[in-house]
T-cell receptor
């Protein structure tokens, strides 16, 4: 069964803290991985793509562990504007159909 | 640059009425196109995808249908809406394995 699982949260984190959450996937043949950010009542927007062991973009770091079949997202020095739902997405084959996690809700508190 | 449009932004329809949602993409040719639905507080459910004009694949059997009459136009339809059709409908396009979303249509069926 195709599956991407995430802790739904919410994660309540003080501003300036570091927060990390994981996503597990079931298909070991998965090719590529993504984190999307979705604000309340808005469309998902691509945050990061992960094709090898990891990717870093400013305060955001995504890591891939193929042996344990999980992807993590680390946010350093969190800002109030980081409050959103973070969606983990996996591409299992070349058919460009993505498997979506249900998302992890993050709330950054002042 | 590529842009994706959806309309209307919000829609309130009575049970049993028809539905037509339109999605168009600019700035690219022969994109893969997708229709998703997101119920309140839930993850994305893939409804249909299309790899070319007239080519539609359905992921979930239900009272919805999709058509792709032109290369960059994707339409979601229903002859008779059900209460369970309420949700946030998102159109996405994909040049490869990454998907980019339109602003969505929030549908409420009463």
């Amino acid at each position: 069964r195709k599956e991407v699982e995430q802790d739904p949260g919410p994660f309540n984190v003080p501003e300036g803290a570091t927060v990390a959450f994981n996503c597990t996937y079931s298909n070991s043949a998965s090719q590529s991985f993504f984190w999307y950010r979705q604000d309340c009542r808005k469309e998902p927007k691509l945050l990061m793509s992960v094709y090898s062991s990891g990717n870093e973009d400013g305060r955001f770091t995504a890591q891939l562990n193929r042996a344990s079949q999980y992807i993590s997202l680390l946010i350093r020095d969190s800002k109030l504007s980081d409050s959103a739902t973070y969606l983990c997405v996996v591409n299992e084959d070349s058919n460009y159909q993505l498997i979506w996690g249900a998302g992890t809700k993050l709330i950054i508190k002042p | 640059s590529q842009t994706i449009h959806q309309w209307p932004a919000t829609l309130v329809q009575p049970v049993g009425s028809p539905l037509s949602l339109e999605c168009t993409v600019e700035g690219t040719s022969n994109p893969n196109l997708y229709w998703y639905r997101q119920a309140a507080g839930r993850g994305l459910q893939l409804l249909f995808y299309s790899v070319g004009i007239g080519q539609i694949s359905s992921e979930v059997p239900q009272n919805l249908s999709a058509s792709r009459p032109q290369d960059r136009q994707f339409i979601l339809s229903s002859k008779k809406l059900l209460l369970s059709d309420s949700g946030f409908y998102l159109c996405a396009w994909s040049p490869s394995d990454t998907q980019y979303f339109g602003p969505g249509t929030r549908l409420t069926v009463l």
